[in-house]
């Protein structure tokens, strides 16, 4: 390690609470084991994920869904920036997901980060000083293979659905919403011209996915008793969601609507 990369002290406590010296811009990671902080001109990508050997800072180390390498944080253009370089999505503070392969800016200050496995959230703490400053698992099973086991099984109609109900989750949208029954009757329409799509069609697709979740896999927030009122677009939002935590959809599923339909959808 250089001077402008150091590995953080065993007893530095929590980021939320700790607001280290440092010069402004510094990027302060803490993992399950340990972190390492990174000075602004170090030209230094930090890597994390559940393999210890390869990363520089350690997540869900016993958690074989979370990838070897799940992520990197490199300094672009006076900023730090998160690349999810796994598969499972990476949550900010909210709702906000950071898919496999997507990037987002990470603001001066304190900023927990959410690895999102099916069963559990790994936290990554990450705090990047600010001009003026303001506030486990076994070695085994970090190089094992990873495991994909939680996806769950989609038929070819019902796959092609819920990826144009969800486009907007897949794109990065920062403030996504479903789309409409019938903008995914549309659109799948125009897929599969010699099937006559409807948006009675769609939500019914849509609806046996949604109670087969809640029933096969005890998935909560998908059926509307488990809703309080108005119900609006929390069923689908929730279906989304988990399909996107568990990696039943990922962004290789938008491929289909992008080689069909070049054009990029913008309702």
């Known amino acids: 390690m250089t001077s402008k990369v150091s590995v953080l002290p065993q007893d530095i406590g929590s980021l939320s609470r700790t607001v280290p010296v440092a010069r402004p811009g510094t990027l302060f990671v803490l993992g399950t084991n340990g972190g390492m902080s990174v000075a602004p001109d170090a030209d230094f990508p930090l890597m994390f994920g559940r393999n210890m050997p ?16 799940q992520g990197l944080i490199t300094r672009e253009a006076s900023r730090w920036v998160l690349r999810n370089t796994g598969k499972l999505p990476i949550r900010f503070p909210g709702s906000r997901l950071v898919l496999g392969g997507d990037t987002a800016e990470l603001a001066p200050g304190y900023t927990p980060l959410f690895i999102v496995s099916a069963r559990q959230e790994h936290l990554l ?3 990047v000083t600010a001009s003026a400053p303001r506030g486990g698992g076994s070695p085994a099973s970090c190089g094992a293979d990873t495991f ?3 996806a769950h099984e989609l038929s070819p109609d019902e796959r092609l ?7 907007r989750y897949l794109r990065a949208d920062p403030h996504p919403q479903p789309l409409t029954w019938s903008q995914v009757a549309f659109e799948v329409g125009e897929l599969r011209t010699d099937e006559r799509w409807t948006a009675k069609r769609a939500a019914h697709i ?3 996915v949604r109670h087969r979740l809640s029933k096969e896999y005890g998935v909560a927030g998908l059926l509307e ?3 309080p009122p108005p119900v609006g677009n929390a069923l689908n939002h ?6 996107l935590v568990t990696t039943t959809l990922t962004r290789a599923d938008l491929h289909e609507l992008d080689q069909a339909d070049p054009r990029t959808p913008d309702h």
């Open 54 to 69: 390869d990363v520089h800072v350690c997540v869900g180390a016993a958690d074989r869904r979370v990838s070897r390498r």
């Open 125 to 127: 703490e990450v705090r």
């Open 148 to 150: 994909d086991g939680d």
């Open 161 to 167: 659905v819920l990826t144009c109900l969800g486009q």
């Open 206 to 208: 849509v609806t046996l």
């Open 225 to 227: 008793e488990e809703i």
């Open 238 to 243: 929730n279906l989304i969601n988990n399909l």
